[in-house]
C-alpha cells in the first residue's frame, strides 16, 4: 500500500533551538525538529518523518528571516553537515550552548548547582581546527544548482565531507573554512591529479576504487601531517600521486599513506606507512608559571589531540584551576588520551595516574612525558570500566584528586561505582556532551556536591559545547 505523503505546513515560526544543531518549532501540539533555520525565521516546512508526539522536517520555502541572521561565509553552508550554525552571529551561538548546558544540566542531572560561568567563547572562529578528514567518492552529492542546470554529469567523482545520514554521498568541497592552509591547498592539489590520472575514486557502495580518505593535521609548530588513504594495492600509481604531492608541498613534514581494504575507514586497526618525513609531528603548548618551556606533544597518525588547540589550553587551563592542586596530591587522569592533561598537570601535583583505550595513545602518553622531563606519571591501556577497580586502587593509592574527559556516551556505571568508592576529594569532569555528563553528575549526587561549571566552546558555528564541572565530596557523605 502506498504511504499517505506527509503534509507540507506553512507560515511556521521558529521558536528555539534544539539538539543537533536543529532548530525547534511547534505545530498544533507537535514539536518539529528542522535544520539550516534559526529562532525568528518564517517557513514552509515539508514533514519527512512523523512519531506520535514529534516530527521532523525541511524548510522549504522562507516567508521572513530572522532579525538574528548573518550572511553564511561559507559556499557550501545549507549542504553541508559542518558549521550550521554560521547563520548565528558568534554571541548568539554562545547564548544557545549556555542554555544547552544549563537545560541538560538541570533537565537530566537533576541536581543542585552552583551559577553556571559565562561560555569561554573560542578567540579563532575560522581555521581552529588541526585535523580534517576527507573522503572520495565517485558518487558526488548533486547540488540543488547541478539538478536545476539540467545538465547530465558524466564524471561524478567528489572529495569532501559525507553528507549528513547519506553514507555513501559525499559533497566535494571547493574551499573549507575550518583548517588553516596549506589544508584547502593539499586537497585540492590531490583531486585534480587524481582526475587528470583518472585514478578511480571510492565507491562505497560497491567497496571499489583505488582512492579513499585524507587526513590532513596542522600544528602549532607549523608542522604538517598528511595520510593518503588507498583501497587498492597499486605501487605504481601510489607512488606516482605521492612524488607528485612531497615535490609540490615540501611544507608536509609526515607524508604517510595506508591502503585499507576493510569495510570502514577508521585507521585505528591499520599499517600507516611513512612515504617522506617522519610517522609524527609535534603540538606545543605553554603551561604557565612552572613549566619554563611549553610542553611538546607528539602526534602520531592514530594519536587523539583535541582539535582546537588554542582552546585546549584554555580547556586544560580551567581543569588544572579546579582541581587546585598543591603539588602533594596523587591524581587520577581518566580517559588520558595521549597524556595531554597529565602532562600539563604532573608539575603541580606528586603523582599523576593516566588510563586509556588504545594502547598507542598511552605509547604516545609516555613518550610525551619523557620529551618533556616529566617523571611523575605512570600510564596504563585498557578499557575504564576493567582497569578501575577496587584493586588497581589499593594498589597506586587512593586519589586525592580525579579528572575525567571521556567520550561523548559518558562514563560506564561500573567506573562511577569505582570513582564513588574512591572517594577523592575533588572531581574535575570534562565532558563534550553535556547530556551524558548531566546524566553521571546524578549518579555522583549521593557523595558530591558540583561547585563550579564553565563550559568552554572548542567548535564555534556547530552546536558542540564542552563543559568542565568541579565536584567536591560532600563533607559526612550524605550532605
Ligand atoms: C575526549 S577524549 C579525551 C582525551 C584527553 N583527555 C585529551 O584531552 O586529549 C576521550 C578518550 O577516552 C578514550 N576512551 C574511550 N572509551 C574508553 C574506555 N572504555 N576506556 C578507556 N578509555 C576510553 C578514547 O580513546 C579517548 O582517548
Known sequence: MKKKPLPLLEKVLITGIAAEGKAIAKYNDMV?????VVPGDVVDIQLIRKKHSYAEGKAVYFHEYSAQRVE???????????????????????????QQVTDNLTRIGKIALPEISPVLGSEKTRFYRNKLEYTFSNKRWMTWEDVQ???????????GFHIPDMFDKVLDINECWLQEEPSNAIR????????????????????TGLMRNLIIRTSTTGEVMLIVVFYEEDKEK????????????????????IVNQKANDTITDQVVHVFKGKDHIFEQMDVGAKHF???????????????????????YTIARNFAGLSGNELVYDLYTGTG????????????????????????????????????????????????????FIAQYGRPDVMITDPPRAGMHDDVIGTILFAEPKKIVYVSCNPATQARDLNLLDSKYKVTKVQPVDMFPHTHHVENVVLLELKTNGYE
Not at 72 to 98: A, M, T
Not at 149 to 159: H, M, V
Not at 293 to 315: D, M, V
Open 32 to 36: 518539529i525538529f528542522i535544520p539550516f
Open 72 to 98: 553564511p561565509f561559507c559556499e557550501h553552508y545549507g549542504v553541508c553537515g559542518g558549521c550550521k550554525w554560521q547563520i548565528l552571529p558568534y554571541s548568539e551561538q554562545i547564548r544557545y550552548k549556555q
Open 149 to 159: 542546470s539540467g545538465k547530465t554529469f558524466e564524471n561524478r567523482d567528489a572529495l
Open 188 to 207: 585540492l592539489a590531490i583531486k585534480d591529479f587524481c582526475l587528470q590520472h583518472s585514478y578511480p575514486f571510492f565507491d562505497l557502495r560497491e567497496q
Open 238 to 257: 601510489r607512488n606516482a600521486l605521492l612524488d607528485f604531492i612531497a615535490n609540490r608541498f615540501q611544507e608536509i613534514t609526515s607524508l604517510l599513506y
Open 293 to 315: 618551556l611549553p610542553l611538546r606533544f607528539k602526534i602520531g597518525a592514530k594519536s587523539f589531540y583535541q582539535t582546537n588547540s588554542e582552546q585546549a589550553y584554555n580547556l
Open 340 to 391: 595531554t592533561i597529565a602532562n600539563f598537570i604532573a608539575k603541580d601535583a606528586k603523582q599523576v595516574i593516566g588510563i586509556e583505550y588504545v594502547p598507542e595513545a598511552i605509547e604516545d602518553a609516555k613518550v610525551n612525558s619523557e620529551i618533556n622531563g616529566i617523571t611523575n606519571t605512570l600510564f596504563f591501556a585498557g578499557d575504564m570500566k576493567n582497569i578501575l577497580n577496587a584493586g
